[in-house]
T-cell receptor, first 112, second 115 residues
Framework: EPEVTQTPSHQVTQMGQEVILRCVPI?????FYWYRQILGQKVEFLVSFYNNEISEKSEIFDDQFSVERPDGSNFTLKIRSTKLEDSAMYFC??????????FGPGTRLTVL | GDSVTQMEGPVTLSEEAFLTINCTYTATGYPSLFWYVQYPGEGLQLLLKATKADDKGSNKGFEATYRKETTSFHLEKGSVQVSDSAVYFC??????????????FGQGTILTVHP
């Protein structure tokens, strides 16, 4: 069964460094998403991406964040200058029609 | 804006007990409703969904019915197993327009099932 994959599974970085989280969505899907889950808190929407552009973003998704689909398979989330409060689990999801979303296993980001 | 409220956890049950996890929502129009499950150390897996009023979603013995009159989507299972121990999330997507399927999640309910 097709699945969403994410790399790395765990990323440790120093505050102020740039990180890129990578996702490979399900191959025929057209809608892509990033969410995050701070430990013990709700899963929060960050951004949705369709037709090579951002379709919606939350207030969390400020200028420090960017997304890109650099080729036909990868979907990346970049955090330009990480803060301590960016420590969280980051989930990528994809959907074929924008309704049911399928999630990857997540990347745990630890900012020291 | 849209919101989802789940019953407070954690929930601890014995094997074969009946499970209910309450979920209510606030949204305009007719959202689609979902239950996701997160097993220890894993990502979110879609458990079941319902896209219109009175629809019943079901999977792996779990069921939930979309009740528009009470804005609820309670999760039930008649006989839980130890392997059902996980965190359960209720979620919704916006009712069309330009929401592009953004999911709004509840806070999650931790379920622990003892033998």
């Amino acid at each position: 069964e097709p699945e969403v994959t994410q790399t790395p599974s765990h990323q440790v970085t120093q505050m102020g460094q740039e990180v890129i989280l990578r996702c490979v969505p399900i191959s025929n899907h057209l809608y892509f998403y990033w969410y995050r889950q701070i430990l013990g808190q709700k899963v929060e929407f960050l951004v949705s991406f369709y037709n090579n552009e951002i379709s919606e973003k939350s207030e969390i998704f400020d200028d420090q964040f960017s997304v890109e689909r650099p080729d036909g398979s990868n979907f990346t989330l970049k955090i330009r200058s990480t803060k301590l409060e960016d420590s969280a689990m980051y989930f990528c999801a994809s959907s074929d029609r924008g309704d049911t979303q399928y999630f990857g296993p997540g990347t745990r980001l630890t900012v020291l | 804006g849209d919101s989802v409220t789940q019953m407070e956890g954690p929930v601890t049950l014995s094997e074969e007990a009946f499970l209910t996890i309450n979920c209510t929502y606030t949204a305009t129009g007719y959202p689609s409703l979902f239950w996701y499950v997160q097993y220890p150390g894993e990502g979110l897996q879609l458990l079941l969904k319902a896209t219109k009023a009175d629809d019943k979603g079901s999977n792996k013995g779990f069921e939930a019915t979309y009740r528009k009159e009470t804005t609820s989507f309670h999760l039930e299972k008649g006989s839980v197993q130890v392997s059902d121990s996980a965190v359960y999330f209720c979620a919704l997507t916006g009712a069309g327009g330009t929401s592009y399927g953004k999911l709004t999640f509840g806070q999650g309910t931790i379920l622990t099932v003892h033998p």
